[in-house]
């Protein structure tokens, strides 16, 4: 099983031709509301590519929460772990443009709630192979979550977004760090891949570097290094991608494939969301990673 201590958020998705600057107004042509979330949706990707999925986390008491809960559920992902807050759920205001690039605002809501993990959460956390966090809950939240996962042997696997400093505690805990090219930068202060992947290896024992078209880099302190290349895709929406590929990669770690397998095994995942739009409604399933694999 693998446990994802996440966010859950509504993401409020406004398409345009090109996105707006500074001061600017711009007319868009379609709104839609999508279930997200960083957490959730790496929990809806990793039950998808077919792994056994419980997430920790909590939503409002509102509409949104309810369809929250039901698009979860309905995915296969466990809800036990799913706590109700009084209030409203969080939000993601999206900006996608014509050509699939995006930029986002989120607001917590519920998620600002979770100051750490439940005794419930603790024994998910234990029993799972894999621990799934990011940084849209509260850092302090986030590191008991990870310490919790070291304490009782489970991996680690940490996607850092929104990029902020992240404390030293944190970092021990995390047993693979999963940052696109930005937040590598923003981590390291180093920029070029190459580069900031030797300086995250001083942190923590793997890192996989997400490029976009570029595919992704991997690296792990016994001196494996590897480069897996994106598949050519004309991208529609790359809102999911590094939730795709985070989701795929656990599920494939977890199942026991080597490295090279599961970064292609997840790279064919990410491949396969960005051109859908959404978030959770655009990852793949399972045959669909396969066959696109054959």
């Known amino acids: ?6 966010s859950a958020n509504m993401d409020l998705v406004a398409y345009v031709a090109k996105a707006p600057g500074r001061g600017e107004t711009v007319t868009g042509h379609r ?5 997200g979330g960083k957490g959730a949706n790496q929990a809806i990707a990793a039950a998808r590519a077919g792994a056994e999925v419980a997430f920790l986390g909590a939503v409002g008491d509102d509409g949104f929460g309810a369809e929250l809960r039901a698009t979860l559920a309905a995915a296969g992902v466990d809800v036990r772990g799913l706590r109700e807050v009084p209030g409203p759920s969080g939000i993601a205001h999206i900006v ?12 917590p809501g519920a998620n600002g709630a979770v100051t750490g993990p439940s005794g419930a959460d603790l024994a998910a956390i234990a029993g799972s192979q ?21 304490v009782a042997g489970v991996p680690v696997i940490l996607t850092p977004a929104p990029a902020q400093p992240l404390p030293d505690e944190l970092l021990e805990a995390v047993t693979m760090i999963v940052p696109n090219e930005h937040e590598a930068a923003a981590i390291t202060g180093v920029t070029g891949p190459e580069a900031a992947l030797d300086a995250l290896l001083d942190l923590v024992e793997e ?3 997400t490029l976009g078209a570029a595919g992704a880099l991997y690296g792990a302190r016994t001196g494996e290094r590897l480069r897996v290349p994106a598949a050519e895709v004309k991208a529609v929406d790359t809102t999911a991608a590094g939730d795709t590929f985070v ?15 599961a970064l292609r ?3 064919a ?4 969301s960005v051109q859908r739009e959404g978030a959770s409604t655009s990852m793949p399933t399972r045959p669909e990673i396969d066959a696109s694999l054959l």
């Open 207 to 209: 890192a996989v570097i």
């Open 269 to 272: 995942a990410a491949a396969l």
């Open 130 to 150: 894999a621990l799934l966090l990011q940084l849209e809950l509260p850092l302090p939240a986030v590191t008991a979550a990870a310490q919790a996962g070291q």
């Open 31 to 35: 709104f839609r509301t999508v279930p």
């Open 96 to 107: 996608v443009d014509d050509d699939g690039g995006n930029s986002i605002i989120v607001v």
């Open 247 to 261: 989701g795929a990669l656990a599920a494939a770690r977890a199942e026991g494939q080597p490295v090279a397998a």
């Open 265 to 267: 095994f997840a790279s």
């Open 1 to 6: 099983m693998i446990s994802v201590f996440g």
